[in-house]
Antibody, heavy 115, light 110 residues
């Protein structure tokens, strides 16, 4: 079964760091484009970052220079390293598969940035 | 980059048809045939229902259809059913390896 399971969310102070993980099953994360998408409480979806199958990475302007997307082929896991966190980064973070039409999503992990 | 424009709400009675619009610019919706639509029920992850303007993934009922004209994409839900009540988001490629979402539309089945 094709599945994505996120983990690593939690409460962090402004300026702090957090690393999210997204474990995949049923397919290989390094063979396909993978994204992170977030949703602030009561708000809409916001695309955050993509890592292409070839390894290129791209980011939304709101997180550029602070977040890093990566993957581990051996662990079949996608990551999002989040640094210099701000209160406005508070959201449910989803990982998803494919760039043009995200066909598989995880259940999400909640990140709260607050003092 | 601003979000794509969707109406905040839409509604219809069971069996009726409803169309949700998604307006962008020539730099996103109008410039590429990479518009997708997602359905999200409360507390759940989004689900892909339309990709590349009008392609329906396997398992999505044919009551859902997509189209595009100029800078505006549309999602039509025909034969409304109670389980269609959800939030709907459009998404478009916006060039330079960026994606952009609409603000979302809450669909109510009366």
């Amino acid at each position: 079964e094709v599945q994505l399971v996120e983990s690593g969310g939690g409460l962090v102070q402004p300026g702090g760091s957090l690393r999210l993980s997204c474990a995949a099953s049923g397919f290989t994360v390094s063979d396909i484009n993978m994204n992170w998408v977030r949703q602030a409480p009561g708000k809409g979806l916001e695309w955050v970052s993509v890592i292409y199958s070839g390894g290129d990475t791209h980011y939304a302007d709101s997180v550029k220079g602070r977040f890093i997307i990566s993957r581990d082929k051996a662990k079949n896991t996608l990551y999002l390293q989040m640094n210099s966190l701000r209160p406005e980064d508070t959201a449910v973070y989803y990982c998803s598969r494919k760039f043009y039409g995200m066909d598989v999503w995880g259940q999400g992990t909640t990140v709260t940035v607050s003092s | 980059q601003s979000a794509l424009t969707q109406p905040p709400s839409a509604s219809g009675s069971p069996g009726q048809s409803v169309t949700i619009s998604c307006t962008g610019t020539s730099s996103d919706v109008g410039g590429y045939n990479y518009v997708s639509w997602y359905q999200q029920h409360p507390g759940k992850a989004p689900k892909l229902i339309i990709s590349e303007v009008n392609k329906r993934p396997s398992g999505v009922p044919d009551r859902f259809s997509g189209s595009k004209s100029g800078n505006t994409a549309s999602l039509t839900v025909s034969g409304l059913q109670a389980e269609d009540e959800a939030d709907y988001y459009c998404n478009s490629y916006a060039g330079r390896d960026n994606l952009i979402f609409g603000g979302g539309t809450k669909l109510t089945v009366l």
